[in-house]
């Protein structure tokens, strides 16, 4: 059974930085990508960064330049380094990874709050 474990939410002031890392335990085949993603009270679930298998990388523009999501491929493993952070990055921010090929199967994490305070 796979599962994929956040860790390195909290809080933090505005201006800091936090690393995220999200690690995965059971087996996946053939993982096409990994991501972030963050839920705000009250809103959607949105992307935040995303790593293709061959290493390309996507941001919101809310958080380019900010941001760098990183990938260990030998480990399943994937990061999310958030610098600057702004009050409005306040949102827990769940992992998911994409795997399979003819049939697509996605997996989450149970997320991780992260708090900038003002």
């Known amino acids: 059974q796979v599962q994929l474990v956040e860790s390195g939410g909290g809080l933090v002031q505005a201006g800091g930085s936090l690393r995220l890392s999200c690690a995965t335990s059971?087996?996946?085949?053939?993982?096409?990508?990994m991501g972030w993603y963050r839920q705000a009270p009250g809103k959607q679930r949105e992307l935040v960064a995303v790593?293709?298998?061959?290493?390309?990388?996507n941001y919101a523009d809310s958080v380019k330049g900010r941001f760098t999501i990183s990938s260990d491929n030998a480990k399943n493993t994937v990061y999310l380094q958030m610098n600057s952070l702004k009050p409005e990055d306040t949102a827990v921010y769940y992992c998911?990874?994409?795997?399979?090929?003819?049939?697509?199967?996605?997996?989450w994490g149970q997320g991780t709050q992260v708090t900038v305070s003002s």
């Open positions: 059971g087996s996946i085949f053939n993982i096409n990508a």
């Open positions: 998911n990874i994409e795997g399979g090929i003819l049939k697509k199967r996605y997996y």
């Open positions: 790593i293709t298998g061959g290493g390309t990388t």
